[in-house]
């Protein structure tokens, strides 16, 4: 039997003073705790910094032990502010685990950019690819608001792809 287990990741979504929780976040919570329940021996890791209010990852611990995760099976990156810093510490915070694979929570509109960027992450910092599925939260937003964001995505992924390119153009 493999020592090596699958992680369920969550990038966070900002948490208003007070810990008032916001629709978006509340859905990945949702979408997280189902899939802790669908795989009980899956490790769990949170991550956000504080955007606006608190710490978004602490708020998600809290959320998630609240409805009977062990803490024990709980890692916290505590320190992301936006989607690339997402990647970048929760695959150094992998570093030491053995992963069989990767199963990222986040809103539908913010998979595609988050996955590719985690994936990246995950290589870099173990060399081997690890394969990273999706968990999207269902997404409630109305059809006008969805295609919003997924124009602000867009331009954010392309932002993102540039910046990796330049990345490489120095360092030749």
Known sequence: MSDRRQVIVVFGCPVGAGG?????????LVR???????????????SGGVVRGEVEAAFMQQ?????????????VE?????????AALVAELLRAEAISG???????FHMRRSRWLL???????????VP???????DDKAWLERLGLGFDEAWKLAWSLCQLLWRRTLRR
Do not use: C, F, Y
């Open 102 to 108: 990767v199963r990222l929570v986040t809103d539908r």
């Open 63 to 75: 959320w998630l032990v609240a409805r009977g995760v062990p803490a024990d099976r709980i890692r």
């Open 119 to 129: 994936a990246l992450a995950l290589r870099r910092v173990s060399g081997a690819r």
């Open 32 to 46: 997280a705790h189902e899939e802790v329940e669908r795989d009980p021996q899956a490790l769990v890791v949170v």
């Open 78 to 86: 505590p320190s992301a502010r936006d989607t690339e810093e997402n």
């Open 132 to 138: 990273v599925v999706e968990a999207a939260a269902r």
């Open 20 to 28: 008032v929780i916001s629709p978006a976040l509340e859905r990945r």
